[in-house]
């Protein structure tokens, strides 16, 4: 969890966005990024796989405020939240679909 040590968890109201039941996906995006397309086909992908898990996409440049507070300095990155809203991964970079979904069993 790399430049986030707040400890407080995420929520609806600050992502904008529900949370999945048992685990959500935020991935923070700038809209030329082209890797931030791929990953988004893989996360998409993987919440059609597991029950029970959200996808939510930032875009990095209309939340800047959310993207200091968390460290965020590159898209894609992905932070993988637990039925809670903490952080339990996080990665930088177009993940693959093994990752997501080993993250994944860490955060369920």
Same mark, same amino acid.
Do not use: K, N, Y
């Given at each position: 969890? %790399?430049?986030?040590?707040?400890?407080?968890?995420? %929520?609806?109201?600050?992502?904008?966005? &529900?949370?999945?039941?048992?685990?959500?996906?935020?991935?923070?995006?700038?809209?030329?990024?082209?890797?931030?397309?791929?990953?988004?086909?893989?996360?998409? &992908?993987?919440?059609?796989?597991?029950?029970?898990?959200?996808?939510?996409?930032?875009?990095?440049?209309?939340?800047?405020?959310?993207?200091?507070?968390?460290?965020?300095?590159?898209?894609?990155?992905?932070?993988?939240? %637990?039925?809670?809203?903490?952080?339990?991964?996080?990665?930088?970079?177009?993940?693959?679909?093994? %990752?997501?979904?080993?993250?994944?069993?860490?955060?369920?």
């Amino acid at each position: 969890m %790399d430049g986030w040590t707040h400890g407080s968890a995420l %929520d609806a109201a600050r992502l904008g966005a &529900e949370l999945g039941g048992r685990a959500t996906l935020v991935q923070f995006s700038t809209a030329f990024c082209q890797p931030c397309r791929a990953t988004r086909r893989v996360l998409a &992908e993987v919440t059609r796989m597991v029950d029970g898990v959200a996808h939510v996409e930032v875009d990095a440049e209309a939340r800047l405020a959310l993207v200091r507070e968390l460290g965020i300095t590159r898209t894609p990155t992905v932070l993988v939240l %637990d039925a809670g809203g903490r952080v339990v991964r996080r990665a930088v970079g177009q993940p693959r679909t093994v %990752d997501v979904l080993a993250a994944l069993g860490e955060a369920m």
